[in-house]
């Protein structure tokens, strides 16, 4: 049984996380970057994933939009691996942030703390998820100043070596907040007073 798992099929790749799960159904991806595990024998292979692979509602989209009109970047089969949805998640966050800031300042060129007001303010329910063809790929989550970080949840996806496709085998599950946010809090104040830096005071933030 594999210990010390990835958070998704390519992640440490350049640590001693991939060293490691390398000898577990062989490397973590192929030549093209795919989140593929080679070996014969790797079915029922586990790992925690922010993000799965596989397809969803945005999907659908991006096949309608671009692939169906010859206009899609790459190979169409790809669109449904883990890094791919990564970027999609990535992107996501981007324009939904920019949309938040200009409902309150207006469609019009904004600045960067504008942009930090909508990132700040940034809210994603299971219905605006699926909505914008996200549900299930990323969990519900808001942002706040007090909170980077967003959903402190991940899942479990298990590699399916017939089909070649990773497979969810668990719902959502949240970071055990009351262990982690004492941690966290402690390294930010030891980090701040190294560095001389006042933290933000959330309380004063609009």
């Given at each position: 049984?594999?210990?010390?798992?990835?958070?998704?099929?390519?992640?440490?790749?350049?640590?001693?996380?991939?060293?490691?799960?390398?000898?577990?159904?062989?490397?973590?991806?192929?030549?093209?970057?795919?989140?593929?595990?080679?070996?014969?024998?790797?079915?029922?292979?586990?790992?925690?994933?922010?993000?799965?692979?596989?397809?969803f509602g945005v999907h659908a989209d991006i096949a309608k939009h671009?692939?169906?009109?010859?206009?899609?970047?790459?190979?169409?089969?790809?669109?449904?691996?883990?890094?791919?949805?990564?970027?999609?998640?990535?992107?996501?966050?981007?324009?939904?942030?920019?949309?938040?800031?200009?409902?309150?300042?207006?469609?019009?060129?904004?600045?960067?703390?504008?942009?930090?007001?909508?990132?700040?303010?940034?809210?994603?329910?299971?219905?605006?998820?699926?909505?914008?063809?996200?549900?299930?790929?990323?969990?519900?989550?808001?942002?706040?100043?007090?909170?980077?970080?967003?959903?402190?949840?991940?899942?479990?996806?298990?590699?399916?070596?017939?089909?070649?496709?990773?497979?969810?085998?668990?719902?959502?599950?949240?970071?055990?907040?009351?262990?982690?946010?004492?941690?966290?809090?402690?390294?930010?104040?030891?980090?701040?007073?190294?560095?001389?830096?006042?933290?933000?005071?959330?309380?004063?933030?609009?």
């Amino acid at each position: 049984y594999p210990i010390g798992l990835p958070l998704s099929a390519t992640e440490g790749t350049s640590t001693a996380w991939y060293l490691l799960t390398k000898t577990f159904g062989g490397d973590l991806f192929d030549q093209d970057f795919k989140p593929l595990v080679t070996d014969k024998d790797s079915g029922g292979y586990k790992a925690l994933a922010f993000h799965p692979g596989g397809t969803f509602g945005v999907h659908a989209d991006i096949a309608k939009h671009l692939y169906d009109k010859g206009k899609g970047a790459g190979k169409k089969e790809d669109i449904t691996q883990v890094l791919y949805n990564r970027g999609m998640i990535n992107a996501m966050l981007v324009v939904e942030s920019i949309r938040t800031a200009q409902a309150k300042y207006g469609k019009k060129p904004l600045t960067g703390e504008q942009i930090r007001w909508g990132i700040e303010n940034l809210k994603l329910p299971e219905a605006r998820l699926k909505e914008i063809g996200f549900a299930g790929l990323v969990a519900p989550f808001n942002v706040s100043c007090e909170n980077h970080e967003g959903p402190h949840s991940a899942l479990v996806h298990q590699w399916d070596a017939k089909t070649k496709t990773w497979k969810n085998v668990s719902d959502w599950m949240a970071a055990d907040q009351g262990l982690l946010k004492p941690m966290i809090k402690e390294a930010a104040a030891k980090y701040a007073k190294e560095k001389n830096i006042t933290p933000r005071d959330c309380s004063k933030v609009n």
